[in-house]
């Protein structure tokens, strides 16, 4: 089964990066559809990055669009957040997570609709 385990979160100053990862085991990455969602305290989960198995074709939610980036590397099972310009309402835990069929990234994205969830990193914005 597969499992997945977010590390890179932390406390970052407004205007700042972070570079989150999100590392499988149990089962090869290069088969799954991953993307990265976040949750605030009191807020919905939100759907931010989403990147496909097959075509590496990714989406990205019109909050975090320009500055975040997902990535994927099959060779280390690991997929990759990396995030710009941080503003103080990115605060959040962010999960990574997989599926193994979706239409489309933007779907999976908008649904969360997925098969696995990570435990979470938390992600602090704040001078």
């Known amino acids: 089964q597969l499992q997945l385990v977010e590390s890179g979160g932390g406390l970052v100053q407004p205007g700042g990066s972070l570079r989150l990862s999100c590392v499988a085991s149990g089962d090869t990455l290069v088969y799954y559809h991953i993307g990265w969602f976040r949750q605030a305290p009191g807020k919905e989960r939100e759907g931010l990055s989403c990147?496909?198995?097959?075509?590496?074709?990714?989406y990205h939610a019109d909050s975090v669009k320009g500055r975040f980036t997902i990535s994927r590397d099959n060779a280390k099972n690991t997929v990759y957040l990396q995030m710009n310009s941080l503003k103080p309402e990115d605060t959040a835990v962010y999960y990574c997570?997989?599926?193994?069929?979706?239409?489309?990234?933007?779907?999976?994205?908008?649904?969360?609709?997925?098969?696995?969830w990570g435990q979470g990193t938390q992600v602090t914005v704040a001078s």
């Open positions: 997570a997989a599926t193994t069929w979706v239409p489309t990234v933007q779907v999976m994205c908008v649904t969360s609709v997925v098969d696995y």
């Open positions: 990147i496909s198995s097959s075509d590496d074709s990714t």
